[in-house]
């Protein structure tokens, strides 16, 4: 016995059983950056569409409607950031191919053993903590990577404005198939407003795109009404355990697998800031090489802004503008090349020092799924 204890306190009643009770052993939160901390795109500011924050995106404002998402600080006790849409343009009549949504993308790779798409797979357990102006009918679901298994769940909204936690739990799908390698595994989906055609059944698992049931509130039909998500968590079992906070460091390397960014003006204010080393293959081509901090999960395509002096290039032969955009040049999962024309020219052969030059320069790798 340790030194202070007892028989007594070593009885079953008084262990905390909850990781044995759910069946989870090291990680239990397949959702990447549930907190919303990591938004290397963005950084913090406003979208209309795509990557609102790493890992969780605009799956479509897809309608008359339009709004925006972006990463606030703003959220429950025990959290600081959360992912905040708001409508800027309504939809009052929803078409039949309307969707408002977002979704998280979990790899294969990640779920595979859970079994689903054969018998004796494993329930998994939704929870997230949700605010929105709006009260009403609200709906999550998970569905394959090939949106023909999808199985949507009601919700409410009980009170404007506050936070309130939600738990959902999804049988395993016995049916239909599930990625098990690096591509899609499970969409999950936080649904704002749809039409007819990406209506289901709750609580089943429909054979098509199902983001919601026909109860599901129209957000959209409210100008200005916003919907707000964070502490997102989705783990093996019937029980929404406590949300599992992972540091700032290792969740920003599970983001890097998806997307690295190289650098962007908007997270520092830096207009020096780095790019890296390259060589002049000639007086106004050079090449930059890019090492990933971590493995990406396929080969990634390039993914930055380009505008008139938003890169410059140095030697000693002076200094020089890129002139047109970035190409990228025999990637793989770990390393990549980036090659690009100068407006001026350079001394040929030797090496070349790169810096970001306007705020909104940016540039990155994606293997997105």
């Known amino acids: 016995l340790v030194s202070g204890t007892t028989a007594q306190d070593l009885t079953v009643d008084n262990i905390n059983t909850t990781s044995i009770n759910s069946g989870q052993t090291g990680r239990k939160n397949f959702i990447i950056n549930g907190a919303c901390a990591i938004d290397q795109r963005n950084g913090g500011a406003a979208v209309t569409s795509g990557y609102a924050i790493d890992r969780t995106h605009i799956e479509g404002f897809s309608g008359g409607g339009t709004g925006t998402a972006q990463r606030v600080t703003d959220s429950p006790s025990g959290f600081y950031y959360s992912l905040k849409v708001t409508v800027t343009g309504t939809d009052t009549s929803l078409a039949a191919a309307d969707f408002y949504t977002l979704r998280h993308i979990i790899e294969g790779s990640n779920i595979a053993h859970l079994g689903f798409g054969a018998s004796g797979g494993t329930s998994v357990t939704l929870s997230f903590f949700v605010k929105s102006s709006v009260t009403g009918t609200f709906c999550a679901g998970l569905g394959n990577g090939s949106n023909n298994r999808t199985m949507p769940k009601e919700y409410t909204i009980n009170a404007t404005n506050t936070w309130e936690k939600k738990t959902l739990t999804f049988p395993a799908d016995t049916t239909g198939t599930w990625g098990a390698d690096a591509?899609?595994?499970?969409?999950?989906?936080?649904?704002?407003?749809?039409?007819?055609?990406?209506?289901?059944?709750?609580?089943?698992?429909?054979?098509?795109?199902?983001?919601?049931?026909s109860n599901q509130t129209n957000l959209f039909a409210t100008n200005a009404a916003t919907f707000q998500i964070t502490g997102l968590q989705l783990e093996a079992g019937t029980t929404a355990t406590d949300f599992?906070?992972?540091?700032?460091?290792?969740?920003?390397?599970?983001?890097?697998?998806?997307?690295?960014?190289?650098?962007?003006?908007?997270?520092?204010?830096?207009?020096?800031?780095n790019l890296g080393l390259g060589a002049l293959n000639t007086s106004n081509s050079a090449f930059m090489h890019f090492s990933f901090p971590t493995e990406m999960r396929a080969t990634p395509t390039l993914d930055h802004t380009n505008g008139a002096d938003y890169y410059r290039f140095f030697n000693d032969g002076g200094g020089a503008n890129l002139d047109g955009a970035f190409t990228i040049w025999n990637p793989t999962r770990v390393q990549s090349f980036a090659s690009c024309t100068l407006d001026s020219s350079l001394t040929a052969g030797g090496a070349v020092f790169g810096n970001f030059n306007d705020n909104s320069a940016k540039l990155g790798f994606s293997a997105e799924l």
Do not use: K, P
């Open 183 to 213: 591509n899609r595994g499970f969409s999950i989906r936080w649904c704002m407003g749809c039409g007819s055609t990406r209506q289901g059944t709750a609580d089943q698992y429909n054979g098509g795109e199902s983001h919601g049931t």
């Open 244 to 273: 599992e906070h992972r540091s700032i460091g290792e969740e920003l390397a599970l983001c890097q697998r998806y997307y690295y960014l190289v650098g962007s003006q908007a997270r520092d204010g830096n207009v020096s800031f």
